[in-house]
């Protein structure tokens, strides 16, 4: 994946995507984990209730069922998508603490404030930030902080977010989490610091609408 796409992935910690839910038949080598990063699982649950939170909110900013369904449609896979998500949040925040970063509620605060301006008010702010980058109204003042954790990294590594040397420091630190995806999610590049699909025959996409029932 280019460099300058997996910037945009680590500072909007999701991609806007759709709703292709993953389903398998057959035996689960990670039994109700959607991954295990750093000895600590991720769940299936935690992965669902991250999703409909931006489903819910989606449905909140439009108007009718015919809207929602397209708002639906422009997104791809946002299920697999809102996971990479989550383990990436994960391996920022250990490159972080590898590095002494800390990053205090008033430097946030003043992020979206400025962004807020920008925006044209705090509705306008979480509007973009929806549409833009799959993040619900929730989880903002979280994802700005992720931001400000990597700006300050790349700042201490003398380099900015798109560069190799920031890029590594994020590899180090996923190795070091030993991250592990269960395979209907794909599997977890350390190198690249990205999920990637894996070939399984036996794993089907159902959309939204759909059941999760395994075969």
Known sequence: MHRRRRTALLLSAAIVA????????????????AAVVGGQRI????????VNE???????????????????????TL???TLHGMVLDRVLQRA??????TVNRNEVQRMR????QQAGGSTGLETAWLQQYGIPPQRLDDNLRLQLEAQKLATQLGTDTSQPAFWKALSKASEELHVDLNPRYGSW?????SR???????????????SQQSA
Do not use: F, M
């Open 54 to 76: 931006v489903r819910s909110a989606q449905r909140a900013a439009v108007r009718g069922d015919a809207q929602y369904a397209q708002t639906v449609a422009q997104t791809g």
């Open 18 to 33: 759709s709703a292709p839910l993953l389903t398998a038949c057959g035996n689960d080598a990670h039994p109700g984990a």
């Open 113 to 116: 404030a400025g962004l807020e």
């Open 79 to 81: 299920t697999r998508d």
């Open 43 to 50: 769940t299936v649950s935690q992965l669902e209730s991250r």
């Open 189 to 193: 590049d350390v190198q690249k610091v």
């Open 96 to 101: 972080a603490r590898d590095a002494g970063i």
């Open 196 to 210: 990637v699909d894996g070939k399984t025959p036996w794993v089907r996409e159902v959309s939204a609408a759909g």
